[in-house]
């Protein structure tokens, strides 16, 4: 069971949605049970909550098998079009988890993260399995924006 609690004071509206991305099915459909990002509103700011992504297509199979620069560039891809649906973008990422199944790929990573302006990008980078094994990247975020 997976649960997302917010506390809120009686005077101050919360939203919590769970979201979905049209790069990618919904992960329950093939087999996993975790949403692809919650989007949390108050009236003021938003929070999303994006959970572990890859370079997964929309009918749920690995792509860029054994490239981890493409595999990296796509989860970019993936993680903005999520965060776009909200009005935000990956330069709102004020936190987020890197994981690299190899460490020589950290190079690539780098390279990848400053073509997309994110070079500041606060990420913890991680050697570690990924979601899935033929997977080489994975990275989940929490963006934070104004709301206006």
């Not at 199979?61 to 796509?74: E, V």
Request: net charge negative; with cysteine; charged share 25%.
């Amino acid at each position: 069971m997976d649960v997302l609690a917010v506390s809120r004071r009686p005077d101050c509206p919360v939203k919590v949605e769970q979201m979905s991305n049209a790069r990618q099915k919904d992960a329950i459909e093939y087999g996993s049970a975790f949403s692809r990002g919650a989007w949390i509103r108050e009236p003021d700011m938003s929070q999303i909550q994006i959970s572990g992504t890859a370079a997964i297509d929309e009918q749920g199979k690995s792509l860029f098998l054994g490239d981890c620069r493409a595999q990296i560039l796509r989860t970019f891809d993936i993680v903005e079009a999520l965060v776009g649906k909200a009005g935000a973008s990956l330069k709102d990422i004020c936190q987020a988890t890197v994981f690299l199944k190899r460490a020589q790929d950290l190079p690539l990573y780098t390279q990848a993260a400053a073509e997309r302006g994110l070079a500041d990008l606060p990420a913890v980078c991680m050697v570690a399995d990924v979601c899935r094994d033929d997977l080489l990247f994975e990275m989940d975020a929490t963006a934070e924006f104004a709301r206006s």
